[in-house]
């Protein structure tokens, strides 16, 4: 998981409270740490499951770690541009020339925002773009960045709680990319599906709770996150429409297609991976579907 407790891991700790892995017979442990991490992790057998994005999955097998993605939890990237409402920066194309604040050149938010020049036509040439940190909320206030880019459940939902008159590009909204999702082992995977069904199964059903009843789950998430008060609610909320899904958990073989092309494009991969489509797969979610 990230590195930190937090309530945005709602359907994990639902499921823990209300037992449902504890009903297929599995004692849980949640694991902080970096995504890099769960992915050395759970290639090398040491942790049966980690949350990783579809671009880690993807750069792992390149590198032959022999990791599978077995359900998709975030179905929209989760990703925002965000600006001023006045800069009058409204869609990908308006990006052009502007002061573009990023944490840093790696990871979803640097990815997400080349993939989404990628969709009009740009390049990084085309835009300023500068490595803040984790300060993009203060960078935007203060005029050092034009537009700031970040998780569409955070610094939007901050800066719209201040009050701040601001614009919204959500990357979603303009190419699919595979955000989080459930990894596993492909030994696993192969030798003992029954556990990777089980943990799968028990899972959707606290996203499932979640979606559901978002207040009964932020109230669960104080059980397993110190000193959490009611502030955060509107992070959660904020998440939901991300998780939601017609099949919760499903992937599809075009955002992984894209996600490579965008990977590619950045010079991440040198060369298409071999049989993208081990990558992932979609039986372990049509086998736990109720």
């Known amino acids: 998981m ?3 407790p937090d309530p945005q891991y709602a359907p994990y700790y639902v499921a823990a409270d ?8 599995l004692e849980i442990e949640f694991d902080y740490s970096f995504e890099t991490d769960g992915v050395a992790l759970v290639g090398a057998g040491e942790r049966p499951f980690a949350l990783v994005a ?11 770690v022999p990791v599978v993605y077995v359900a998709e939890w975030f179905q929209k990237y989760p990703i925002a541009v965000i600006s001023k409402a006045e ?3 409204e869609e990908p194309a308006d990006l052009a020339g502007h002061n573009i604040g990023l944490p840093g050149f790696f990871g979803a938010n640097y990815i997400g925002f080349v993939g989404l020049l990628e969709t009009v036509g740009l390049t990084e040439e085309d835009v300023d773009l500068n490595d803040i940190g984790f ?21 939007p939902v901050q800066l719209k709680a ?31 599906p029954e556990l990777v069904e089980s943990f799968v199964r028990a899972t959707l059903h606290g996203l499932a709770d979640t979606l559901a009843n978002p207040e009964e789950a932020y109230e669960i998430c104080k059980k ?12 959660l909320q904020a998440s939901l429409p991300m998780w939601d899904a017609e099949t919760l958990g499903e992937t599809n073989v075009a955002s992984w297609e894209q996600t490579q092309e965008v990977l590619l494009n ?8 071999d049989d993208l489509e081990a990558a992932f797969t979609n039986d372990v979610i049509e086998k736990v579907q109720p």
């Not at 209300?18 to 017979?25: P, V």
């Open 135 to 155: 300060n993009q909320v203060e960078s935007l206030l203060t005029d050092q960045s034009e537009v700031v880019v970040g998780y569409s459940s955070n610094e």
């Open 87 to 89: 800069t009058g920066i």
């Open 2 to 4: 990230g590195y930190i």
């Open 224 to 235: 397993f996150v110190s000193e959490l008060d009611d502030s955060r609610m509107n992070v």
């Open 266 to 273: 950045m010079g991440f991969l040198n060369a298409p991976v």
């Open 54 to 64: 579809g671009d880690s999955v993807i750069l792992a097998r390149a590198q032959d």
């Open 162 to 192: 201040m009050g701040e008159d601001i614009n919204v590009i959500y990357v979603a909204d303009h190419i699919d990319l595979v955000s989080t999702g459930i990894i596993t082992n492909e030994d696993l995977l192969a030798n003992n």
């Open 18 to 25: 209300k037992g449902y892995y504890a009903e297929e017979g």
